[in-house]
């Protein structure tokens, strides 16, 4: 680790795992384990499997947390082995809950989780909740006049002076989106959610970034995105400067508010949402505006983030 790094940050770590597997190690990871050795001794912590990644590969990517702040990169009194073998205890399965990890995970398997989410719906047929798996935000358009809404809000809020979102989700297609309304993928909002400081949406048919200036300004060009295929999307913030991205490559940066890290309210929220116009005469009866999310991460972020590797 090259850079300082407070407690609870998130550490991608990438490493062969196909070459511990062809010594002997298990196929599925149940033998690898993250300690933390630090001025107490060896102590087992918690690893995940990126949501993106698989075990056995050439380049399996897993995630720890930081244990307590680490000064420097000299700073040696906190050390973080990857241990391949079972634990002290015999045959243990290795500590490996999201929550130790990240700020915020959900896979929405069990349903919506009110520990993690406040949802709502709003102006007639609108819903959110989970099938199949996945959490699914549905939205009418072209039945009633007026607007209807689907969210999903953070009961966490955010604090930190850099934030990373990241979420494999499937927005509507884009000829129903263009004229019916807005998938807003996701969404930083103060406590009342009156104002989206920050926005990432997906609007006729095109990705742009919005800011609360008064009311909401679309400052960004729009960056087409006419399909409806699964694709993770990426959400990151640090200082004055938010950057977007899709499967990995950079789409655009915008500038939030000045006062997006500072609302009045002093709280910032992540909100999911889809919301159809249905007072729009040219959009189709019937049509749905629909938003899947496969998986949600929120973590601490700075940039440029630590380089980790692996060292025998």
Known sequence: MIRPLKARYSVMLEFDHEALVAVGADPEGGDLRIEHRGERGPNEIDRV???ASSWGGARTRIWFAV???????SDSAHQYWLVVGPDGEG??????DPEHVFLLHDAFTSGID????????SGGAASVGTSG????????AGAETGQSEAWLRSVLSIREDGIRVDVRAKASDADIDMVCGETGIMSFVDVDEAHERATFALFGGAHQFGRW????????????DADSAWHQYGLAWTGDTVQLLRDGAQRMIGHPSPDFATSDHEQLFLRLRVRANSNDTTCPTGS????EIDWIRMRSYMRPEPAVATAR
Not at 114 to 121: H, I, K, N
Not at 133 to 140: E, I, N, P, R, T
Not at 288 to 291: A, F, G, I, T, V
Request: proline fraction near 6%; hydrophobic fraction near 40%; glycine fraction near 10%.
């Open 91 to 96: 045959d243990q399965a290795p500590l490996q």
């Open 67 to 73: 244990q307590q702040k680490i000064d420097a990169a």
């Open 288 to 291: 749905q505006l629909k938003l």
């Open 133 to 140: 798996g996945v959490g699914l935000f549905q939205a009418d």
């Open 49 to 51: 499997l990126d949501d």
């Open 114 to 121: 009110t520990q993690r989410w406040l949802p709502g719906d």
């Open 213 to 224: 200036v008064g009311g909401m300004t679309y400052e960004t060009e729009a960056v087409p």
